[in-house]
């Protein structure tokens, strides 16, 4: 079974540019988290998906990111335009739905994408 | 508020050597507990998970962590630590279902292990 993809691994832009990420979750997992972990400072929630719905994103830093999951699969970070302060690791994770599993709770966690913003 | 504190940012110890990694907790409910694990290039894996029942939970590669709710610590060990430990160890807390799932991270504890 394949497990939580993300891309890039890496990416560095400018000031003021704009970054895609993207995650791939677990087949078949209904829940998708966005976290993030900025240099020496713990992870942090940025928001949580169930299926195509924002369930919960409290942990949004600003109006400069912008989460999607299109149809319930694959979801998309999009930060525009990129400050300084954004650089850190952008980790996305994925669970089944706890409705139905148990215990369900595991979130499964990608790679981690390393954004760097000069 | 909710939080969790890893108090030691970074530990080195000697391969064979015993291990404990210090996790605290903040939380107004019955805490689910989570340590994690990131190796280079890795993602976070899962080591072991305390929900409810007997507070010393077993998890994978020999690690066991126990509940203690009297001192709010969640405190992760290994009787004997190979090389391939050397990674970084995070404390997690959450709840149980309810409309968001969100898990509450320590800063974390980087492992270094000496042959």
């Known amino acids: 079974e394949a497990g939580v993809t993300q891309f890039p691994s890496h990416s560095v832009i400018e000031k003021g540019q704009t970054v895609t990420l993207r995650c791939d979750p677990i087949?078949?997992?209904?829940?998708l988290y966005w976290y993030r972990r900025v240099m020496g400072k713990e992870i942090k929630f940025l928001l949580h998906?169930?299926?195509?719905?924002?369930?919960?994103e409290s942990g949004m830093p600003n109006n400069r990111f912008l989460a999607e999951r299109t149809g319930g699969t694959y979801s998309t970070l999009k930060v525009q335009p990129a400050e300084l302060e954004d650089s850190g690791v952008y980790f996305c994770?994925?669970?089944?739905?706890?409705?139905?599993?148990?215990?369900?709770?595991?979130?499964?966690f990608g790679p981690g994408t390393r954004l760097t913003v000069t | 508020a909710q939080s969790v504190t890893q108090p030691d940012i970074h530990i080195t110890v000697s391969e064979g050597a015993s291990l404990e990694l210090r996790c605290n907790y903040s939380?107004?409910?019955?805490?689910?507990l989570f340590w994690y694990v990131q190796s280079p290039g890795q993602g976070l894996q899962l080591l072991l998970k305390?929900?409810?029942?007997?507070?010393l939970v077993q998890g994978i590669k020999g690690f066991e962590a126990e509940f203690k709710r009297s001192q709010s610590s969640f405190n992760l060990r290994k009787p004997s630590v190979h090389w391939s430990d050397a990674a970084e160890y995070f404390c997690?807390?959450?709840?149980?279902?309810?409309?968001?799932?969100?898990?509450?991270f320590g800063t974390g504890t980087l492992l270094a292990v000496q042959p």
């Open positions: 994770a994925s669970s089944q739905d706890a409705r139905r599993v148990s215990p369900s709770y595991e979130q499964y």
């Open positions: 087949s078949g997992h209904d829940n």
């Open positions: 998906f169930v299926k195509e719905s924002k369930q919960d």
């Open positions: 939380y107004g409910a019955t805490p689910y």
């Open positions: 305390y929900f409810s029942g007997d507070t």
């Open positions: 997690a807390v959450g709840p149980y279902g309810g409309a968001t799932n969100k898990l509450i």
